[in-house]
């Protein structure tokens, strides 16, 4: 189980991970010398049962929000601390509000440096805190008063996570090819280029052949740790290091990942179900310019709003993303919204669609049928829009299916699969429809010509099937020919 830190600067979060695992999270000059947590830290508790649970510190303060936002990508747990001699703070605020748009549900509070006010004060807090959650994804978690100094209420915290990491259900890895989002990036002496950060789906080995995205690089692990251990795989739900041949480490950097090259699609427009705060004070209008921060990278993007309109205050609305430079994303990815001076969080919301087109809106049947729950539930709305041929690759890039799933899908959905260069699957009734009409076509065409050699095959497509390709109306056409 993966838990971050959360709060305001200076509430004790990273003098609560030693606590609970021995490790000091600030490990640069600068956090030693100023005392504060600049970048992430990571730490791990090995448990009784064997299970592990893996600590990512976060800087609570307002001039690092966007290492932050790198911390809390794929995490399960959040552990939230409010010191109880300042109660809530703004940071506290804004990192609750980034945890609920992530959609993060599992959690704990500690009210933290209880051994500073009276058990009064602590109360006010817990009474703050309960308020602040009640509108929040983590309403209802424990909220737990502790002190890092004297040990009070450490143990409980400590039961608290055992029991979560005890009741952590194992992401889902079948079927999925491998993602991993990186947040560190460094040389190791005899071994070369290392990355580092948490793996969002399927599963690596070593010698396996991988790619560097959005640049492409193509490369082979060498080597996987887990706690600094080496490791036979690394698989969804762990925080784990790859030890990456064939690329410098000047090539590779946070906000990169490491995937299979069959998910390797960069983007520049993403089609996205976008909430604004309630807190913002005005509209959000179309064509803003904003922080995009997706897993754990930070890139510039502008919100393109339908019909050029605006996003009122505590509403949301479907909208495409378009961003400066390539980005690496898949439907369901979480992100957040930033104002353009990295200022204060605008919202977030869910990637739909990563490989929007740039021509045309999609349609709000397309939309809708990507917004569905599971890959599976999309697939049976898309195959019911009339006139729809489903781009397999496509399909199966923007919801990370492998061969054989993808091929199971089909077949339990009874989908017709046409083409070779360029597969399309369409419901079976829509294929047959399809041969009926040709056959009826030809017939009156050699009633009405007896002496023409043949129709046009381009021009029939446009007639019949002009929702199909060339390659695909071709390969349906050969079908035809075979079984008559």
């Not at 410098?248 to 946070?254: G, N, Q, S, T």
């Not at 069959?262 to 913002?280: I, K």
């Not at 505590?314 to 690496?328: K, N, R």
């Not at 446009?462 to 390969?475: I, K, N, Q, W």
Request: proline share 4%; net charge neutral.
């Amino acid at each position: 189980m993966i838990v971050a830190t959360a709060g305001h600067i200076d509430h004790g979060k990273t003098l609560l991970v030693k606590t609970l695992t021995g490790v000091d999270t600030d490990r640069l000059p600068e956090e030693k010398a100023r005392g504060i947590s600049i970048d992430l830290g990571f730490a791990y508790w090995p448990l009784a049962d064997g299970g592990l649970i893996g600590f990512v510190d976060v800087p609570g303060h307002e001039r690092f929000i966007h290492n932050m936002l790198a911390g809390v990508c794929g995490i399960d747990f959040a552990l939230l601390a409010v010191a109880a001699d300042d109660g809530v703070m703004p940071q506290t605020v804004e990192h609750l509000q980034i945890l609920s748009l992530l959609g993060i549900r599992r959690g704990v509070v500690a009210i933290t440096k209880t051994d500073r006010v009276d058990p009064a004060r602590v109360a006010q807090v817990q009474t703050e805190v309960h308020a602040l959650l009640a509108d929040s994804s983590l309403a209802g978690i424990p909220l737990l008063p502790v002190s890092a100094v004297t040990g009070a209420g450490i143990e409980r915290l400590r039961e608290a996570l055992v029991a979560a990491a005890a009741g952590h259900a194992a992401r889902y890895r079948e079927g999925q090819h491998f993602r991993l989002a990186i947040d560190r990036a460094f040389t190791v002496a005899g071994s070369g280029t290392v990355v580092t950060g948490t793996v969002f789906n399927g599963e690596a080995r070593p010698g396996d052949r991988l790619v560097v995205s959005p640049r492409g690089v193509r490369v082979r692990v060498r080597g996987i740790q887990i706690r600094g251990n080496a490791a036979e795989r690394a698989q969804a739900g762990d925080r784990c290091a790859l030890n990456l041949a064939s690329i410098d480490v000047a090539d590779v950097a946070r906000g990169d990942w490491v995937l299979d090259e069959a998910v390797h699609a960069p983007s520049r427009r993403m089609d996205v179900r976008f909430t604004l705060l309630a807190t913002e004070r005005t509209a959000l209008a179309h064509w803003t310019p904003v922080h995009l921060h997706l897993a754990t990278a930070d890139v510039m993007a502008r919100v393109a709003i339908r019909g050029s309109g605006a996003i009122a205050p505590g509403t949301q609305a479907l909208v495409q993303l378009v961003i400066e430079a390539p980005i690496a994303a898949l439907n369901g990815d979480r992100f957040i919204l930033r104002d353009r001076s990295a200022g204060r969080t605008l919202g977030g919301g869910t990637v739909i669609d990563p490989l929007a087109q740039a021509r045309r809106r999609a349609s709000p049947a397309w939309l809708a049928a990507l917004e569905q729950a599971t890959p599976e539930a999309a697939l049976a709305d898309l195959l019911k829009i009339p006139g729809l041929a489903v781009d397999c690759a496509r399909f199966e890039t923007v919801f990370n299916l492998s061969a054989a799933r993808a091929a199971s899908m089909y077949q339990s959905f009874d989908a017709v699969i046409l083409g070779r260069a360029q597969r399309v699957a369409i419901a079976r009734a829509g294929a047959s429809a399809i041969r009926e009409n040709i056959l009826a076509r030809l017939g009156e065409f050699h009633r009405a010509q007896p002496q023409a050699p043949g129709i046009d095959i381009a021009a029939l497509r446009r007639e019949l099937a002009h929702g199909l390709s060339a390659d695909a109306f071709s390969f349906l056409l050969r079908d035809l020919a075979e079984t008559r």
